[in-house]
């Protein structure tokens, strides 16, 4: 059986995806993977020479070592049952972080927050793996809690034992691709949640215009674009008919309805384009701004 995988380097954003792992990985009932991979965050190296000093690669195979123990225990305590495996490797953080993916269901990395301004901090770490996992990737901030997924209870308090938030799909109809429309409508169903569905429409675009402004705000989406998004959510709504699915044909590009829609959203989910390059790769413009400003965990899901 496939695992859930989670990079763990020891930073609050590490720690606070380890924990959004394993609540997913106890719904999945799938087992749980802490991974770390390269040398610790804060290495000590020798004067002049510029090269680790005898024993300090020693030390910081165990520190990680205990930071994998601690860590696994913890999770533990907090999920009886779950199935938790450490991994530890000397190998570069990248590499190793795509490896790993290939071989699991999920991989979950974290995410640093700076501000509500500036929104995340996605590193060069973190992108370049989205950028080149074959497999679904998810971003989880630092400072987000198991609360922050479900909504307030009657007195407007955070809670865990309420309903999910739904989960948000940020979809371009004219181009659907089944392996994102299959990752978000099975997370809203394990979720027992609502699955909002936001398309941002550009007549423009859909005109097959040139380099024309977007609409202003009193525009509407055509019928054809509402009719459009309705179509190819049908066949995924027969096939789960428990998810209640909510279309919101919007104007304007989509990355900044997807970014607002955050606010109120236990996940969010977008694609990317697998593009074979000779070097790297790297994410479209709209799931890169969600990266950045999203307020809940970002599902980044790979397809051709």
Not at 229 to 238: A, I, K
């Amino acid at each position: 059986m496939l695992a859930i995988t989670v990079g763990l380097d020891g930073s609050p954003e590490s720690l606070a995806a380890a924990d959004w792992a394993a609540r997913e990985a106890a719904q999945r009932e799938t087992p749980l993977c802490l991974l770390h991979a390269g040398d610790p965050p804060r290495p000590l190296y020798a004067p002049l020479a510029g090269l680790p000093a005898p024993g300090v690669l020693d030390a910081q195979r165990a520190w990680a070592t205990q930071l994998l123990s601690e860590t696994a225990a913890r999770l533990a305590e907090r999920h009886p049952g779950l199935r938790i495996s450490t991994r530890q490797t000397d190998d570069p953080v990248v590499p190793a972080l795509l490896a790993a993916g290939e071989d699991t269901d999920l991989l979950v990395l974290g995410s640093r927050r700076l501000g509500t301004v500036s929104g995340f901090l996605v590193g060069s770490v973190a992108l370049a793996t989205v950028a080149r996992a074959g497999h679904p990737v998810v971003l989880v901030r630092a400072d987000g809690s198991p609360e922050d997924e479900h909504l307030p209870d009657a007195t407007g308090a955070g809670a865990t034992t309420t309903p999910y938030r739904e989960v948000v799909l940020g979809l371009d109809p004219r181009s659907p691709a089944d392996a994102v429309l299959e990752f978000a409508f099975e997370a809203a169903r394990r979720r027992a949640a609502g699955l909002r569905v936001v398309h941002g429409w550009n007549p423009a675009v859909d005109q097959g215009h040139g380099a024309v402004p977007e609409p202003g705000p009193d525009a509407e989406p055509s019928e054809e674009a509402r009719h459009g998004l309705s179509d190819v959510l049908r066949p995924w709504q027969d096939k789960f008919p428990g998810v209640e699915v909510r279309e919101q044909a919007v104007i304007g590009g989509a990355g900044r309805h997807l970014v607002h829609a955050s606010r109120d959203a236990s996940l969010v989910v977008v694609g990317r384009r697998t593009r074979r390059a000779p070097v790297g790769g790297r994410v479209g413009p709209v799931t890169h701004a969600v990266l950045q400003h999203a307020s809940a965990p970002v599902a980044v899901v790979p397809h051709d």
